[in-house]
């Protein structure tokens, strides 16, 4: 069986009245490093993640989500590239 460990980065963070101020900026920095800002206020916090991180993460959930798949990218990945084809198999 395959084990995978996950990295949980820190995230930086922003109180929601400090983010209305610099929104702006603030979608511009995500967009441009890659790293998600976590948004807080009373009621609770949202994270915004730039569209292109976004979509990434629906295809990886899309993928994920066949079954089989997640076992088949775990097997390739220990595959070294010399072993293996150009042909795809259907």
Same mark, same amino acid.
């Given at each position: 069986? !395959?084990?995978?460990? !996950? ?6 963070? $922003?109180? $929601? ?21 976590? $948004? ?20 990886? /959930?899309? /993928? ?8 088949? $990218? ?17």
């Amino acid at each position: 069986m !395959y084990s995978i460990t !996950y990295r949980m980065s820190s995230m930086d963070s $922003i109180n $929601i009245t400090n983010a209305r101020k610099d929104l702006f900026k603030i979608v511009q920095q995500v967009r441009e490093s890659h790293r998600p800002i976590q $948004i807080t206020g009373k009621n609770g916090a949202a994270v915004l993640v730039s569209d292109e991180d976004w979509n990434n993460i629906e295809a990886t /959930l899309a /993928l994920t989500a066949i079954p089989g798949m997640r076992e088949s $990218i775990l097997e390739g990945m220990q595959t070294p590239l010399d072993e293996c084809s150009d042909a795809i198999e259907w």
